[in-house]
């Protein structure tokens, strides 16, 4: 037994015809349930509404026992109800009592219902209830039941969210959430300190009619709306390279263009208008089983893609209610701290950068697009900060402390007095760094220090200039692939490697080969599923064992640098003929350019990262055949202490301030001297002062940093005596000790040594 092909349409008239009605909400509830059960042939159909503490209320129930009604209670995971609420899940069975979440109420009277069919009753990505019809008899409910369940928990959804349930509920605590001061603990994305005032990223979008009365006319609004969105994708894609001058943002928008036209996504939005829907809901109802999808999704990058389609769906409905766009498209205040559940780099781009002060977002994780732009403007930013959204107004003042990961919401006057006076401090740092933008990294006793920046984003060049860095000592070339939808071709690197040559305006910049594998995946490349990844087959093994990758890249940087000269670094070399190989690929494309014409970089300097142990044994083999080296001291530290740098019950554990990672280094800085081959260190240790001083300490000419580290690490390193610095680490290095950093600072302190 089911509903007929009209039973969706059927049961939402009647529906409406309810809601219409001038009675109390309680009698409201019951007669859904009582429509529900009839429209459906079933015997049983029950309402449970999420509450304050993570437990779901039996609100109304036909065929349930009556008095359970606001007694019957489960904690969200507890139960085939709390399941659903739990996993945003729908449940179909045909014999509820064998599932192994089945809890049963004794209350309710339920023990002779065997076929069970639940879905969540969801907004805006949120769980807030659970819709359930049960029938004695055992019998699987057809895929229309369920569609018409899930439409029906869409009209629901809006009765919970209108608030007009409060009054049948007992016990009902004022809903103080959006009055009162809140801290959250969330992921720094990006550090630094901003005040302001919250900017919800996507306004509210609220659809008023949820009912279709006219299934034709809603589907031909449907298909002018994802015309017009269509033809808007395709205006900012052409667009993009003018107004952005890189190959990078092109990509993001050419998956949004890919997901504008899936046949798919179509399909599923015409079937929830068949159900009943107006063109609006159906888009909120598939956007709704997206949302869910992607919160089951352990997959980082495929929830990204997911996040694409998201925003596509954001956009569609903005077309069909006619609300405006993005906020950043409105008048910012002048102190604004945007709040989105996720958002894309392009879309933080958008924004007037006068008036933003920071990014907080619900997901979003450090190794995110967005996170990466973030940095790259040096906008505080934080991710993780689940809830937020639910907490925040525009307009609520706001703390973001992105070094601690704390979120502070309608602060205190004192809190907001105590960082107030912590942005004025970090103001008067940054002014004082400023001035010394133009001045060299002399230290006190003669040596010069070569502080170069980090870069992967077109965006992140003009600080190459603002800080005053010598040049770009590693350019991640990955970025724009892992931004990308599909594997860069070859006139699209070309353009990218151009662009940043150009806008470096005669600094050196180094460009290391694509380093993907572990964190780094590439969507559209297949990658065998690791233990340990970390370990695995990335970054040069892939590129070797994947010649023509590698043969593309090196092409293309070649090709874009017109004569000019070009800086090429293989990173995870782990023994000498893992280079000899690189090299080779490199003297093949050279072969290749000349034949056609072009002209080879002059000069070309080809490199190695140092920063798998085993060639601290080969250096003496390696060295005469690099033209430079570079220590990435992330992953040799990781590698020294056999230690997982992400992993948090060993953050901290192990120093890369210790004798043994010290000494490591210092081997590498004698080696290149004997050599006489330039060595650099690009890992995230440069960039902070007091690591900084310990690696200018054992002979470390040159390193490479976060932009904005720049500052004061010149700060440190001109009020430093680097001869009396070495003679106090050297006998240092062969002690036991844990970490130097107890005797670095002291050593600072004593000296007047600036951190």
């Not at 991640?476 to 006139?491: C, G, I, N, V, Y």
């Not at 970089?601 to 085993?614: D, N, Q, T």
């Not at 240790?685 to 054992?698: D, H, N, Q, S, W």
Request: aromatic share 4%; net charge neutral.
């Amino acid at each position: 037994m089911g509903t007929s092909a009209l039973g969706p349409r059927v049961l939402l008239r009647r529906l409406r015809e309810v809601m219409a009605e001038p009675v109390t909400a309680q009698k409201r509830l019951d007669k859904i349930v009582q429509i529900i059960a009839a429209n459906m042939v079933a015997e049983v159909c029950s309402i449970y509404v999420m509450r304050p503490g993570d437990f779901l209320e039996l609100y109304a129930t036909e065929g349930l026992k009556r008095e359970a009604v606001h007694k019957s209670k489960l904690k969200a995971g507890e139960g085939l109800v709390g399941t659903i609420a739990k996993q945003a899940i729908g449940l179909n069975l045909s014999e509820a009592q064998n599932h192994p979440s089945f809890k049963y109420l004794p209350e309710t009277g339920e023990e002779i219902y065997h076929a069970f069919l639940g879905v969540p009753i969801m907004r805006g990505g949120t769980v807030i209830g659970v819709l359930v019809v049960q029938n004695r008899t055992r019998r699987h409910y057809t895929e229309e039941e369920e569609e018409a369940l899930q439409t029906t928990a869409m009209v629901l959804a809006e009765v919970i969210a209108a608030g007009e349930l409060r009054e049948v509920a007992s016990e009902v605590a004022a809903d103080v959430a959006h009055v009162r001061s809140h801290h959250l603990r969330g992921d720094s994305l990006a550090e630094g300190v901003a005040l302001g005032h919250a900017v919800l990223h996507e306004p509210r979008v609220v659809i008023q009619d949820l009912i279709a009365e006219n299934i034709p006319r809603e589907k031909k609004r449907l298909e002018d709306a994802v015309a017009q969105l269509r033809a808007h994708v395709d205006e900012l894609l052409d667009g993009s390279d003018a107004q952005r001058g890189a190959a990078e943002y092109s990509d993001v928008l050419e998956t949004i263009r890919m997901f504008a036209h899936d046949k798919g996504w179509m399909n599923r939005l015409r079937e929830a208008i068949d159900t009943g829907l107006t063109a609006e809901a159906a888009v909120e109802r598939v956007q709704n089983d997206n949302r869910a999808r992607m919160a089951r999704t352990p997959d980082p990058y495929l929830r990204e893609r997911m996040h694409d389609l998201d925003d596509l769906s954001n956009r569609l409905l903005r077309i069909l209610t006619g609300a405006i766009a993005t906020a950043s498209r409105s008048d910012l205040p002048q102190n604004a701290i945007v709040v989105a559940r996720n958002m894309g780099p392009a879309e933080l781009l958008d924004y007037d950068r006068t008036k933003l002060r920071g990014v907080i977002l619900e997901e979003g994780g450090r190794t995110s697009h967005v996170a990466i732009v973030a940095r790259a403007l040096g906008i505080p930013a934080i991710g993780q900060a689940a809830g937020l959204i639910d907490l925040v107004d525009t307009g609520s003042p706001i703390i973001v402390d992105g070094g601690t990961g704390e979120v502070f919401v309608r602060p205190s006057p004192d809190l907001q007095r105590a960082y107030a006076e912590k942005v004025r401090f970090y103001a008067r740092k940054q002014a004082q760094y400023a001035a010394l933008r133009d001045e060299p990294a002399l230290c006190r006793s003669g040596e010069r220090i070569e502080l170069n920046i980090n870069a992967g984003l077109i965006v992140d060049l003009p600080h190459l200039h603002d800080s005053g860095a010598d040049g770009v000592g590693l350019y991640r070339t990955e970025l724009q692939f892992m931004m990308a939808s599909r594997f860069p071709r070859l006139s699209s690197q070309v353009r990218h490697y151009e662009a940043i040559i150009e806008q470096a305006a005669g600094k050196p910049v180094t460009f290391r080969t694509l380093d993907i594998g572990a964190d780094k995946v590439l969507p559209y490349l297949r990658q065998p599923k690791e233990e340990n990844p970390a370990l695995g087959w990335r970054s040069i093994r892939m590129a070797l064992d994947r010649p023509a990758l590698l043969r593309l890249q090196v092409r293309a940087l070649m090709m874009a640098s017109e004569g000019a000269p070009m800086k090429i670094m293989f990173p995870m070399i782990a023994d000498v003929e893992e280079y000899k190989r690189a090299v080779e690929v490199v003297e093949l494309e050279k072969q290749h350019l000349l034949k056609r014409g072009h002209r080879l970089p002059s000069p070309l300097k080809l490199g190695a990262m140092i920063e798998i142990p085993s060639l601290l044994w080969q250096l003496d083999h390696l060295l005469p055949l690099v033209d430079f080296a570079s220590i990435g001291s992330n992953d040799l530290v990781q590698f020294l202490f056999a230690s997982d740098r992400g992993n948090p019950r060993l953050a901290g554990r192990y120093d890369p301030l210790s004798p043994s990672a010290l000494g490591a280094m210092r081997l590498i800085v004698e080696k290149a001297r004997r050599h006489n081959k330039p060595v650099t260190l690009c890992g995230e240790l440069g960039g902070r002062p007091l690591e900084a001083m310990g690696l200018v300490g054992i002979g470390l000419d040159s390193i490479s940093m976060v932009p904005s580290a720049v500052g004061p690490v010149k700060a440190m390193v001109r009020s430093l005596d680097r001869q009396k610095l070495w003679k106090f680490m050297e006998p240092l290095l062969s002690s036991p000790l844990h970490t130097l950093r107890p005797e670095l600072m002291e050593f600072a302190q004593r000296n007047g040594v600036v951190l």
